[in-house]
């Protein structure tokens, strides 16, 4: 079993910062492949950011250039550093890491930005 336990969301107004964490726990032992997902009310789940095994990342165009993904392999605790956030980015931020042929995912972080 593994579990994700995401935090570091907020309210915060347009143009700030927030950092999201997922803290990975039980039968892992280091982060390869890991997305971030946000779904808005009304809204499919979207990807947002990936990073893989070599430590490529990928990112939806509407974040590119303000979101970095990031993991700690010491922590086993992933990222995702969101800078000059937007109203568009009120969402639930979900992390998901795929591990043996299961999709893992968190409960969510709620992120709201006031314009």
């Known amino acids: 079993q593994v579990q994700l336990v995401e935090s570091g969301g907020g309210l915060v107004q347009a143009g700030g910062s927030l950092r999201l964490s997922c803290v990975a726990s039980?039968?892992?032992?280091?982060?390869?492949?890991m997305g971030w997902y946000r779904q808005a009310p009304g809204k499919q789940r979207e990807l947002v950011a990936v990073?893989?095994?070599?430590?490529?990342?990928t990112y939806a165009d509407s974040v590119k250039g303000r979101f970095t993904i990031s993991r700690d392999n010491v922590k086993i605790t992933g990222y995702l550093q969101m800078n000059n956030l937007k109203a568009e980015d009120t969402a639930v931020y979900y992390c998901?890491?795929?591990?043996?042929?299961?999709?893992?995912w968190g409960q969510g972080t709620q992120v709201t930005v006031s314009s």
């Open positions: 990073i893989t095994t070599g430590g490529r990342t």
């Open positions: 039980g039968s892992i032992f280091s982060i390869n492949t």
């Open positions: 998901n890491i795929p591990l043996r042929g299961v999709s893992h």
